[in-house]
């Protein structure tokens, strides 16, 4: 008889083994949701194990190589009843305490696919009924009504456990950031009301003693210990004896002492002096550095819209001066838009396009207060852009606002801006003479850069969106010089100053669009305009003008060669000079992208981009029929310092010639762009 049941046992988990291999050779083409009138079809798919197949393409992409794309998903047929009960609990948690539910699928075995379905009855949602809270008595009218608003559960409103928890977390944050610095939360028991659909929460705290700080002790070591006073570690901490306990300040303290740069580590620890004290007691440790430090570098940017690569060589002094200030001295030498390098004869002068920069940069840590930071920068730069020479020098003076938490606007830089540039247009035949000119412009400048930043992570965001907004008013100081090759006579063409408005808006949206947050849609809009108020538009610096085109914009074209045909300074010059050269921008940028961003792996992935914009002189120029479209894609490498980007841009429509890319050869519109960091 044993060896029987032994046999049958034997049998059925022979059976129920074949069954399950059977299912798995079944690919789960769909699962879908039936009475779900609350949750979406996308977030009950987030809830569950069971997944369906991914998009067609990246299942033949990893087909055809193994290391790119998504495998199949096969129908498992013993995930059922996990995916029901992790429903359920999704449903519990949300307030549908009694949802019933149950699944159903259909196999096809011709096509060897399976589609899912999950039958949900929701029944009645509950609402918050009684609220009580445990261990917040005794505080004071002021603590009451700061944390009143996180203790307000409406009787209409459908519990969530999310919520509940997040108003708990409130509450422990508001404690331990006045004085509770051992406050924490126990539990929270919910008790179900079936008759009346209601969830009544008792929550329980244990706030502890309220705290003031009764000794600041401060512990330092390191090579340059001794040339850091404590006074400036107090005045950068800025906790007191006597001061309440607060957490917030604690971690801005530890944020302040690391930005000096002067420690090579740095902690904040706080602690009761006694079980039976309410004073609290603040440890400051701290390792300085070495404050003199001699560098070399290899660095690679994408200055100009172009894939740049140099060396360079830099010296930095802390605590300059004291007040824990950095002075940076730096000498670098660049190649400019490598990747369009050309070694024949007639290019190379044109292509070999190099900088060499020299600066000298003082950062504050601290400027008027604690909250602001200030940085100093002198720069004498010598470049050239095709054939066309540039000399630039000059000094920006910018501060940092550290700005509060959950404000719109979290960043806040205004800046203070000297900027001269000289450069000699090439020889060029304008009425039978031979002409060269050589403008000067010096432009000062003052304005602010504000932003807004949701992103949820800074080289690959998933969600969220940035907004940067730069505005400034210039001043322009302009002088051009003009000599007759042919008479050798000279002539100052314009002398002249100008005054503008200048304004460039940034919008960044980001949204995942599948389970895993691997695959991402983003999309940006750009647009600058500079308003003149006093003097000529050619008045503006060309530096100061807005390009478009290049790695990080247009990516059918190179950097700077989107720019206006409507010349400003036309009588000066022909225009087509500026066509060649890329001398001056537009006084109007409209500039936009739309970016498929797939991961295949951690550190890998690829996109599909659509850019579109251009440049204009003269609003009343903006037309549809001047707007350049790009398509293409492109591969990134997702490294622990940035990530690297190899992208093919390919000119969909061109407004030169008003030609799509059907009408020309398919390679000829292609551009290939290396760059730093995501496009946008």
């Not at 690679?300 to 010296?315: I, L, M, R, T, W």
């Not at 695959?519 to 647009?527: E, N």
Request: hydrophobic share 35%; aromatic share 14%; glycine share 6%.
């Amino acid at each position: 008889m044993k060896h029987l049941l032994c046999c049958i046992c034997l049998a059925l988990c022979f059976s129920m083994s074949s069954r399950t291999q059977d299912m798995e050779s079944y690919e789960l083409a769909s699962i879908s949701f039936e009475g779900n009138e609350t949750f979406t079809d996308t977030e009950l798919k987030a809830v569950i194990q069971s997944e369906e197949n991914p998009f067609w393409l990246w299942r033949f992409l990893y087909a055809t190589v193994s290391f790119i794309g998504s495998p199949p998903n096969y129908f498992d047929s013993t995930t059922i009843s996990v995916d029901i009960i992790s429903l359920k609990s999704f449903y519990a948690v949300n307030g549908f305490f009694e949802a019933e539910i149950s699944a159903s699928f259909v196999l096809d075995t011709t096509a060897k696919t399976a589609e899912l379905k999950y039958i949900i009855k929701e029944n009645t949602a509950h609402t918050y009924g009684k609220v009580q809270f445990t261990g917040l008595d005794n505080l004071s009218q002021e603590m009451n009504d700061a944390i009143i608003e996180y203790k307000k559960y409406p009787t209409w409103e459908r519990y969530v456990q999310d919520n509940v928890q997040k108003k708990n977390d409130e509450i422990i944050s508001y404690l331990k950031n006045n004085g509770f610095m051992l406050a924490r939360y126990d539990s929270t028991v919910v008790k179900i009301d079936t008759v009346n659909s209601k969830a009544d929460i008792s929550t329980y705290f244990n706030r502890g003693r309220w705290y003031t700080y009764g000794d600041i002790k401060i512990e330092q070591d390191g090579e340059s210990s001794s040339e850091v006073s404590y006074d400036l570690i107090k005045y950068l901490t800025n906790i007191n004896v006597g001061d309440v306990y607060r957490v917030e300040e604690i971690s801005k303290s530890r944020v302040r002492l690391a930005r000096t740069g002067l420690f090579n580590s740095i902690n904040l620890t706080a602690d009761t002096i006694s079980s039976n004290s309410s004073k609290a007691s603040l440890l400051i440790k701290g390792t300085v550095g070495s404050l003199n430090e001699l560098s070399p570098e290899v660095f690679v940017d994408n200055e100009f819209g172009f894939f740049n690569a140099g060396v360079g060589a830099s010296y930095i002094r802390k605590n300059f001066l004291g007040d824990a200030r950095k002075l940076t001295i730096r000498a670098r030498f660049r190649l400019n838009d490598i990747t369009n390098l050309r070694f024949d004869s007639e290019s190379f002068k044109e292509t070999f396009q190099t900088e060499v920069d020299l600066s000298a940069i003082v950062e504050q840590p601290f400027l008027f207060s604690r909250n602001i930071a200030g940085r100093l920068e002198g720069y004498i730069k010598s470049y050239n852009i095709s054939t066309v020479e540039y000399d630039n020098f000059g000094a920006n003076f910018t501060s940092a606002f550290d700005m509060p938490k959950h404000t719109f606007v979290n960043l806040l830089s205004p800046y203070l801006r000297f900027d001269g540039l000289s450069y000699t247009i090439p020889e060029f035949v304008k009425d039978a003479d031979t002409l060269s000119v050589s403008p000067m412009t010096f432009t000062s400048s003052l304005g602010a850069e504000i932003g807004s930043t949701t992103t949820d992570d800074l080289f690959y965001p998933t969600e969220g969106r940035l907004i940067s907004i730069i505005s400034e008013v210039s001043s322009a100081k302009v002088k051009w010089d003009g000599r007759n090759v042919n008479s050798g006579q000279t002539l100052t063409l314009v002398d002249s100053l100008g005054y503008y408005a200048k304004m460039q808006i940034t919008i960044g949206l980001y949204n995942a669009i599948s389970r895993d947050k691997f695959t991402v849609l983003g999309i940006k809009a750009k647009a600058g305009y500079i308003q003149m108020l006093s003097g000529d538009a050619a008045l503006v610096s060309p530096n100061q003008t807005f390009f478009a085109g290049g790695s990080n914009s247009i990516r059918g074209w190179r950097g700077r060669e989107l720019v206006p045909t409507d010349l400003v300074f036309k009588d000066l010059f022909p225009p087509s000079l500026n066509e060649q050269l890329k001398i001056r921008g537009g006084n109007i940028l409209l500039e936009g992208s739309f970016e498929y961003r797939r991961k295949f792996e951690k550190d890998y992935g690829f996109v599909f981009f659509t850019d579109y914009g251009n440049t204009w002189n003269d609003i009343k120029g903006i037309r549809i029929d001047q707007i350049a479209v790009a398509i293409g894609t492109g591969a990134r490498y997702y490294s622990p310092i940035a990530p690297f980007r190899l992208d093919f841009g390919f000119k969909f429509y061109d407004p030169r010639d008003q030609k799509f890319i059907f009408d020309k050869k398919f390679f000829s519109t292609m551009v290939i762009h290396f760059g730093i960091g995501e496009a946008f």
